[in-house]
């Protein structure tokens, strides 16, 4: 599987815009970017994915580089409750093996009020 | 309703004892996954069901067997309980080109 290379930590202000890099040179033709979040004491949820094109969704933004080696999650206005650990994924097209996901280490995201 | 749901949430337990995670999600998808969260936080795939047939185990010591009675439930058994084996068992299901829905974790723990 390609791997993904995301910071440690980042933190963000309550209200304000995030923008959570990946990195991902190694990626194939075939694979889709894809995001989770794990909350504290939960299991992952998923945020957005895409393929080429930007990506918008009720919960983020996806943006991706036009040669598709990195991408960023953006969230418009961080609340408290956007504190999580957020996951950068590369999986596969098959349509039954999105969920055969490989964790990397993610993003810590830590919200101040 | 809960798209996912395990049990039990917590289970803790003797060295050398056998015990079983349940999961069942009312979603109607065909694959199913179990994966293991470790005292450091790192998700590890363990293993995935299509329609009640195994596709991936991903080299899990054969003290893990999971079963799948039918294509919404997937039950985790481990046989002789280790120390190592305390973790967060998360359950997870797709369906054909949508995202993982994930369980709440069961917290095992052996003593």
């Known amino acids: 599987d390609a791997k993904t290379t995301q910071p440690n930590s980042m933190e963000s202000n309550e209200e304000e815009p995030v923008h959570l890099p990946c990195n991902h040179s190694?990626?194939?033709?075939?694979?889709?970017i894809h995001w989770y979040r794990q909350l504290p004491s939960q299991g992952p949820e998923y945020v957005i994915h895409?393929?080429?094109s930007n990506v918008n969704n009720r919960m983020a933004s996806l943006a991706i580089a036009e040669d598709r080696k990195s991408s960023t999650l953006i969230l418009h206005r961080a609340t408290l409750r956007d504190a999580a650990v957020y996951y950068c994924i590369l999986a596969n097209a098959g349509g039954t093996s999105y969920g055969k996901l490989t964790f990397g280490q993610g993003t810590i995201l830590t919200v101040h009020p | 309703d809960t798209a996912v749901s395990q049990t039990p949430k917590y289970l803790v337990t003797q060295m050398g004892n056998d015990k079983s995670i349940k999961c069942e999600q009312n979603l109607g998808h065909d694959t199913m996954y179990w994966y293991k969260q470790d005292s450091k936080k790192f998700l590890k795939i363990m293993f995935s069901?299509?329609?009640?047939?195994?596709?991936i185990n991903e080299t899990v010591p054969n003290r893990f067997s999971p079963k799948s009675p039918d294509k919404a439930h997937l039950n985790l058994h481990i046989n002789s309980l280790e120390l190592g084996d305390s973790a967060v068992y998360f359950c997870?299901?797709?369906?054909?080109?949508?995202?993982?829905?994930f369980g709440q974790g069961t917290r095992l723990t052996v003593v």
């Open positions: 997870a299901s797709n369906g054909a080109f949508t995202e993982a829905f």
């Open positions: 190694t990626i194939s033709g075939t694979d889709y």
């Open positions: 069901y299509n329609n009640k047939e195994l596709i």
């Open positions: 895409g393929l080429t």
